[in-house]
């Protein structure tokens, strides 16, 4: 179990990690970026349990909406709703067998919630409210790479919880 202050203090770094990563490239070039925000993501949810990839996402969220405030509260839900379906994926699929990651069951969850949030906040900012540009070319393109990003994201969280930290935790 870990304490209130590691959570606190793991979100915070991890909210930040992201925020310096994706927070000041331009939409939709961020987007390329996702496989950061998913490997924290993961690596939030095996460190802490339960709720912390939807912490990771609050604290995100907050601070990329003080980056790029013209996209609030879109930024803000997005993060968080990616870092609760993360959060529940991860449950529903037992991803965390005793102190082992389930690599495979890992890569599925962040694949699916990568896809998922991806094509909603994708759909959401080009197509809804015309924030980003809605070109064919430049839609698949962010797509794709996302969900890949998103497993890759999955997979080398997997790897680096199984060997390096899940007996420091």
């Known amino acids: ?3 209130n202050t ?3 203090a793991l979100g915070s770094l991890f909210g930040v990690l992201i925020l310096v990563f994706i927070g000041f490239v331009p939409a939709p070039s961020d987007d390329f970026l996702i496989g950061i925000q998913a490997f924290l993501l993961a690596i939030s949810f095996l460190v802490v349990g339960r709720g912390g990839a939807t912490y ?10 003080l980056a790029k405030p013209q ?18 994926l991860s449950r529903a699929f037992r991803v965390k067998e005793g ?8 890569v599925g969850v962040m694949t699916i919630s990568t896809a998922v949030v991806g094509f909603v906040a994708y759909y959401v900012s080009a197509v809804m409210t015309n924030l980003v540009p809605n070109e064919l070319l ?13 497993a890759i994201g999955g997979y080398a969280a997997a790897l680096v919880w199984n060997r390096y930290l899940k007996s420091r935790i």
Do not use: E, H
């Open 71 to 88: 996209f609030f509260p879109l930024d803000l839900i997005f993060a968080v709703s990616y870092g609760v379906m993360v959060d529940g």
């Open 99 to 106: 102190p082992s990651a389930r690599k495979w069951r890992l």
């Open 56 to 65: 990771v996402g609050i604290v995100s969220g907050m601070l990329i909406t």
């Open 138 to 150: 430049l839609d698949v393109t962010v797509l794709v790479f996302g969900v890949v990003s998103g």
């Open 6 to 8: 590691k959570r606190i």
């Open 1 to 3: 179990m870990v304490s």
